[in-house]
């Protein structure tokens, strides 16, 4: 799901509130990693992650890693913090994804 403007702006809004519930330290980006990102955005589809200050990465760096290697779309960054979206797979668990597609 390629998002536009209006998708986005939907998304950034809803994530407003979140708290990032991971991080990017000096361990690194690895595929369990990305696996444990894919699980929980499997049951809330949109959360938030944020890159410590112990990290080699850049903001770009964790950005294109994750668009690259998975079907997770970032939506927005600011600062040390990304917000990802992917929808969920299981039909219980999609309701800001039914959101977004009638914003298409």
Do not use: C
């Not at 361990?27 to 589809?45: C, F, M, S, V």
């Not at 294109?64 to 668990?93: C, H, M, W």
């Amino acid at each position: 799901m390629n998002l536009k403007g209006k998708q986005k702006r939907f998304l950034r809004a809803q994530a407003h509130h979140l708290n990032p519930i991971f991080s990017v330290g000096k361990n690194g980006l690895n595929q369990t990693w990305l696996a444990q990102l894919d699980g929980a955005l499997q049951k809330r589809e949109l959360i938030k992650i944020n890159l410590q200050q112990s990290a080699d990465e850049t903001v770009e760096e964790v950005q294109a890693y994750i668009e690259d290697n998975t079907p997770i779309q970032v939506v927005q960054t600011i600062g040390r913090v990304l917000v990802l979206f992917q929808p969920a797979s299981e039909e219980k668990y999609q309701d800001l994804s039914l959101q977004v597609k009638k914003l298409a």
